[in-house]
């Protein structure tokens, strides 16, 4: 089953109508109780993920399921245009108070903040710059391959890598403790975001065991 695609705004607005498509999800798919509440609250999340971008920003957002041998695997999907450039991005930080981006904390703040960066990247240096932000920001969850690729290739962010990198070291972090806080991280079984040339898309995996 795929929900019908939704345009959804950093200012909230369609969230309404992507909270009713996931409630319909879950009725369709005879998810109660507790899958059925984490479902809306991975929805929320995701949505959350362009509040705060910038003004008048939007993105596409669905549900999706397959049906496997562990289970209904359900993906929430949002796809972001890329539409801005790098004068916008200097307006919108002018009219701060600081005058520089504050959301990047947490797990869903960073994911904003890779967001933000890719639909706005514009020259190859950029790119080439924007090809190792997940490395920087979200530390070791990029996937191999080197280049913005098509989003069956495999250059991606992955929570499972950057949870499994983030085990490897010797004491907890920030990052390690942001994660343990995360809705997302909790609920979730997989988060990619990939980066490519025309678009940004994330995508939340939920495995309902059969």
């Known amino acids: 089953m795929r929900t019908d695609i939704i345009r959804v705004y950093s200012n909230l607005d369609g969230s309404d109508k992507a909270l009713n498509a996931a409630e319909k999800f879950a009725v369709y798919n005879e998810l ?10 991975l929805t929320e999340e995701t949505i959350s993920m362009l509040h705060g971008i910038m003004e008048d920003f939007s993105g596409s957002f669905w549900i999706e399921s397959e049906q496997t041998k562990k289970g209904l695997l359900c993906r ?3 796809t972001i245009d890329r539409q801005a450039n790098m004068e916008q991005e200097e307006h919108i930080l ?25 639909i ?3 020259s190859s240096e950029e790119e080439k710059e924007l090809r190792n932000m997940s490395d920087v920001w979200l530390g070791m969850g990029t996937g191999a391959g080197s280049s913005v690729s098509p989003i069956q290739a495999e250059s991606f962010w992955s929570l499972q890598l950057y949870r ?7 004491e907890k972090t920030q990052e390690w403790d942001e994660l343990e806080k995360s809705i997302i991280a909790k609920l979730s079984d997989e988060v990619k975001v990939w980066l490519m040339p025309d678009e940004t898309r994330i995508v939340v995996d939920k495995l309902i065991r059969a």
């Open 32 to 41: 109660g109780g507790k899958d059925g509440r984490h479902l809306r609250l």
């Open 76 to 78: 929430i999907c949002l």
């Open 94 to 118: 002018s009219v701060a108070s600081s005058g520089k981006n504050e959301s990047t904390r947490g797990v869903v703040g960073k994911i904003r903040e890779l967001i933000r960066r890719s």
């Open 120 to 122: 706005q990247s514009a």
């Open 164 to 170: 499994n990198s983030l085990a490897q070291q010797n």
